[in-house]
């Protein structure tokens, strides 16, 4: 069965931290590129980085360059995303998927980062 599984969010203050987890099954992540993802209350779903199939190249949307930091280890069929100086706009469900359309598989339940104090 096909499943992409985050985990990692949860409350934390402004300028803090949190690491997210996407961990898939069903098939291997090495092929592709992969995305994070977030959804914020009442807005559209966007993508916010990147990371390429062997994990060398990564982007980022302007939002959350220089504060996040993707990353995979492809041994463990996950992908990461470090999230550094957290502000209240980050607060979001966080999901992970392809890239790109063509490669997304169902989306998982996601987790929820809250940024607040």
């Known amino acids: 069965q096909v499943q992409l599984v985050e985990s990692g969010g949860g409350l934390v203050q402004p300028g803090g931290s949190l690491r997210l987890s996407c961990t898939a099954s069903?098939?291997?992540?090495?092929?592709?590129?992969m995305g994070w993802y977030r959804q914020p209350p009442g807005k559209e779903r966007e993508l916010v980085a990147v990371?390429?199939?062997?994990?060398?190249?990564?982007n980022y949307a302007d939002s959350v360059k220089g504060r996040f930091t993707i990353s995979r280890d492809n041994a463990k069929n996950t992908v990461y995303l470090q999230m550094n100086s957290l502000n209240p706009e980050d607060t979001a469900v966080y999901y992970c998927?392809?890239?790109?359309?063509?490669?997304?598989?169902?989306w998982g339940q996601g987790t929820l980062v809250t940024v607040s104090s």
């Open positions: 998927n392809g890239d790109r359309v063509q490669f997304w598989r169902p």
């Open positions: 069903g098939f291997s992540v090495s092929s592709y590129a």
């Open positions: 990371i390429s199939s062997g994990g060398r190249g990564t």
